[in-house]
């Protein structure tokens, strides 16, 4: 059973230490206006190294059957990490991005975990928004583009249009492929992470490179939406003996 201490995410938050003090004005005013915003260092070069060879492992060793959640051809995709793999547990205390999905959204849990790489010449995607049925302001879902690898304007970077999370609608090209006006290639140093309110439209530009562009999605919505993955459906025993009372509520699986 949870402790009755824990039955909120401010209690879940101040228990894993997010002290209200992650976020500055300037990634305040950014997440806001343009509906997204960086989190440079966010995870060290070792924290990196270990995610990048775990992802490469798993992926190796994967079977046809495995579940992949949106799959995609000519990716590489990665679902369920944390039943997976005890690398991936510490991303589930991560200030910043914590700290600006419960401030955006209020009462949180976990909305999906997966890592995606694109291979040479693929990753190209059309222009979306991750929630369907758009009502700017009624907020859903903020996604974190964590970046394992450097991401730069050749390795397929997501492309974020500025401001359209708070668009009613898109005036979608003829081609949703092609550039858009306004867009803003996401790109940075491995370890950093861009935070978007997943109501923004985006997408994924092809890996004209072909180097590595290994990136962790990390998502959080409201306690009254669905999850994208069923965490209670697929929990281990094992992840649920190491997690802490706070991390159960926020994966909410406190009651399996």
């Not at 991303?91 to 694109?118: M, Q, T, W, Y």
């Not at 693929?122 to 964590?146: E, F, K, T, Y």
Request: glycine residues 8%.
């Amino acid at each position: 059973m949870i402790p009755a201490a824990v039955r909120r995410t401010a209690d879940a938050l101040r228990a894993i230490g997010v002290s209200g003090a992650s976020l500055t004005d300037e990634q305040r005013r950014s997440f806001d206006e343009d509906g997204f915003f960086y989190a440079p260092e966010l995870l060290t070069a070792e924290q990196c190294d270990a995610i990048g060879a775990e992802f490469d492992r798993l992926s190796a060793e994967a079977k046809p059957d495995d579940l992949v959640v949106t799959p995609e051809e000519g990716v590489t995709r990665l679902s369920d990490p944390f039943n997976k793999s005890v690398v991936f547990d510490f991303c589930l205390e991560l200030p910043p991005v914590l700290e600006a999905s419960a401030e955006l959204l209020g009462e949180i849990k976990l909305h999906g975990a997966n890592l995606r790489d694109p291979w040479r010449g693929r990753g190209a995607q059309r222009l979306h928004s991750d929630v369907v049925d758009r009502r700017p302001g009624d907020w859903r879902v903020v996604n974190a583009l964590i970046f394992i690898d450097p991401l730069d304007e050749d390795n397929g970077p997501t492309r974020v249009i500025p401001g359209s999370h708070a668009w009613a609608a898109l005036d979608v090209p003829a081609d949703p492929l092609a550039p858009y006006a306004g867009q803003v290639l996401v790109t940075g140093q491995r370890g950093t992470a861009a935070v978007i309110n997943a109501h923004i439209w985006h997408g994924g530009t092809a890996n004209v490179s072909g180097r590595r562009r290994r990136m962790l999605h990390l998502s959080y919505t409201r306690r009254d939406w669905p999850q994208q993955f069923d965490q209670r459906a697929h929990l281990t025993a094992a992840l649920w003996e190491r997690l802490s009372p706070a991390q159960r509520f926020l994966l909410d699986v406190d009651n399996p």
